[in-house]
């Protein structure tokens, strides 16, 4: 059986080489726990901070301010939870975006279930937020306002710094989920006034499993999960291979930064250049990280994704596949269901050739002419 063209950056990414080398000697060889008093104890605690120390550089943060947890679904769970729930919080409003990720907006609306209030912000067609109507949705109630850094179906980058400023106006916590923008897009914590940030490896050519949060010092969140108190709040045994995963993914990511951006432009470039048939671009094509292309087709109401066997592709968040209901981010910017539905999310990266994207715009321009001429 012929392998299909990788293009689910978006979902996943390959494990860099590198990387794996880098995690190798904590899988057996290097089996102690990082909490442990002895030997094997302290050369895997001393990989563990390694690893901090590399994801801490990559954001422009203080070591000891990076927790880390099993992926940035628990890191916003925590970052919302926590905070809501933290001793001495009195605010009881979160305000995030219609497009955000479901870990944000299903952990909002559970909050919102049991006593807290929630705004959602509409985004304009483009997919980014209007300022005026953040700004106007912000008040001395509320708590915390959480929005992404890079959308993760449309690849839209909001304007994180002019968000922080409004936030910080009113005294609330700004909460960023940057699982797309890590390691991709450059991001200052301290220069962008972001209080918590929710990362994770395997966006990045890391190992899946393994997250961060970061926390600005003197920000109080309650624990997520209790007991030995490990990770200031986060109990739990770290994963000493994982998070070393973590850790040199990271540093990969600020050497490559630069080069990784130019090759994903060159790519998304020239796909749009060998297609043939008619397409609408979803979200803003400039304030974008380059590496995502959201595509609808004029005419074609039906999904895709069954008629390009040659390509594992998606139509919008992996975590919302099996669904079979639009992706609520296309209908955030005003798509039809129907149009929604028949959208393709395509994410390539570091390992993208540019022969597997030739050969992709030649199986798209096949699969959309050839619904165009069933539809007629």
Excluded at 37 to 61: C, D, F, M, P, S
Excluded at 98 to 103: C, D, F, K, L, V
Excluded at 288 to 310: A, C, I, K
């Amino acid at each position: 059986m012929t392998m299909p063209i990788y293009l689910d950056y978006g979902a996943t990414t390959p494990l860099d080489p590198a990387v794996a080398a880098a995690m190798e000697p904590w899988g057996v060889g290097g089996f102690g726990n990082p909490h442990s008093a002895h030997l094997w104890g302290y050369k895997a605690k001393a990989a563990v901070e390694l690893a901090r120390a590399q994801v801490a550089t990559l954001i422009n943060a203080p070591v000891e301010s990076i927790a880390f947890t099993s992926g940035a679904t628990e890191s916003n769970n925590w970052a919302l939870k926590g905070l809501l729930t933290a001793p001495g919080q009195t605010r009881r409003r979160i305000v995030t975006l219609a497009t955000e990720h479901s870990s944000v907006l299903e952990t909002a609306h559970y909050l919102a279930s049991i006593g807290a209030q929630l705004t959602i912000v509409p985004v304009r067609s483009n997919g980014l937020v209007d300022l005026g109507d953040l700004e106007r949705a912000l008040g001395e109630d509320v708590a915390l306002v959480s929005v992404m850094a890079v959308n993760n179906e449309i690849g839209v980058v909001q304007d994180l710094a002019a968000i922080s400023t409004l936030v910080h106006a009113v005294g609330a916590v700004f909460h960023v989920d940057a699982a797309q923008g890590f390691g991709k897009v450059p991001i200052g914590v301290e220069a962008m006034g972001i209080d918590l940030m929710s990362i994770t490896a395997h966006k990045i050519y890391g190992p899946k499993g393994v997250g961060a949060l970061y926390r600005r010092p003197f920000t109080v969140i309650a624990p997520l999960l209790h007991g030995g108190g490990q990770e200031d709040g986060r109990s739990g045994t770290l994963p000493t291979a994982l998070i070393a995963g973590l850790g040199e993914a990271a540093r990969i990511a600020g050497e490559r930064m630069a080069a990784d951006h130019a090759h994903a432009l060159m790519l998304r470039d020239r796909l749009l250049a060998a297609l043939t048939v008619q397409s609408q671009i979803n979200g803003d094509l400039q304030r974008r990280w380059p590496g995502n292309l959201n595509l609808s087709f004029p005419g074609v109401f039906v999904p895709l994704l069954q008629h390009l066997p040659g390509l594992a592709i998606s139509s919008g968040s992996a975590c919302a596949a099996l669904t079979g209901r639009p992706s609520h981010v296309l209908t955030a910017l005003g798509l039809p269901d129907v149009t929604a539905k028949a959208s393709l999310r395509l994410g390539f990266g570091r390992f993208t050739t540019t022969d597997e994207i030739d050969a992709a715009a030649t199986l798209l321009n096949a699969a959309v002419r050839q619904k165009l001429a069933e539809m007629d």
